[in-house]
């Protein structure tokens, strides 16, 4: 599977996300992932989650991200940064008008690369719901193999532990698969603004 590198870009009809990025997994960076991430209104992550080993970080370039960390709400404005360590539940949307430019950090990003691009290359698809989930035995297998990069607070966590397996079984022996290398392609390539990567660095 490639890995990402400075310029590439990937796109998420459904939630309204657009990622360019500016530290790839495969720049000799160690294993980080840093992008310019444009979010247009409305747009928002596929819901409320929580990385056990990932760290993230947001710092809003211009817009507004609304932002819920561990069940408290607050609005990020331009220079707004929040960090959300490994095991805090978060969601975020734009809240605003105009679209919202954040950059985004993340560490360790390989595996959160291959989850998200699996994620969004299924929404380009056309095989998500209008909140870019995909159909449960789907969610099943990638939510099964990438135990250590994510997990949804819905169903709740008793619930998964038990069914996840299940499905992800039957997921598979159906023909679905936790990635596909076609998903890992970027939808295209451009050079970022010096002024990102200084950032990002």
């Known amino acids: 599977m490639p890995k990402s590198h400075r310029g590439a870009v990937y796109l998420n009809p459904v939630t309204g996300e657009r990622s360019l990025v500016l530290i790839g997994t495969g720049d000799d960076r160690g294993d980080r992932l840093a992008v310019h991430l444009s979010v247009r209104p409305g747009g928002a992550v596929v819901g409320a989650h929580y990385h056990p080993t990932v760290t993230e970080r947001f710092r809003v370039l211009?817009?507004?991200?609304?932002?819920?960390?561990?069940?408290?709400?607050?609005?990020?404005?331009?220079?707004?940064?929040?960090?959300?360590?490994?095991?805090?539940?978060?969601?975020?949307?734009?809240?605003?008008?105009?679209?919202?430019?954040?950059?985004?950090?993340?560490?360790?990003?390989?595996?959160?690369?291959?989850?998200?691009?699996?994620?969004?290359?299924?929404?380009?698809?056309?095989?998500?719901?209008?909140?870019?989930m995909p159909n449960p035995l789907?969610?099943?297998?990638?939510?099964?193999?990438?135990?250590?990069?994510?997990?949804?607070?819905r169903p709740p966590a008793p619930i998964q532990k038990v069914l996840f397996p299940a499905l992800a079984a039957v997921g598979r022996a159906r023909g679905y698969r936790p990635v596909y290398p076609e998903h890992a392609e970027p939808q295209g390539h451009e050079e970022p603004d010096p002024a990102l990567i200084a950032l990002a660095n």
């Open 138 to 153: 789907q969610l099943a297998v990638i939510g099964h193999e990438f135990t250590d990069v994510i997990r949804f607070t």
């Open 62 to 132: 211009s817009g507004r991200l609304e932002v819920l960390l561990d069940g408290s709400r607050s609005t990020l404005e331009p220079g707004g940064d929040v960090t959300v360590s490994p095991g805090t539940v978060h969601d975020w949307w734009n809240a605003g008008d105009q679209p919202a430019e954040v950059l985004v950090d993340v560490v360790p990003g390989r595996r959160f690369e291959l989850m998200v691009t699996t994620l969004w290359g299924l929404a380009r698809d056309g095989k998500t719901n209008a909140k870019g």
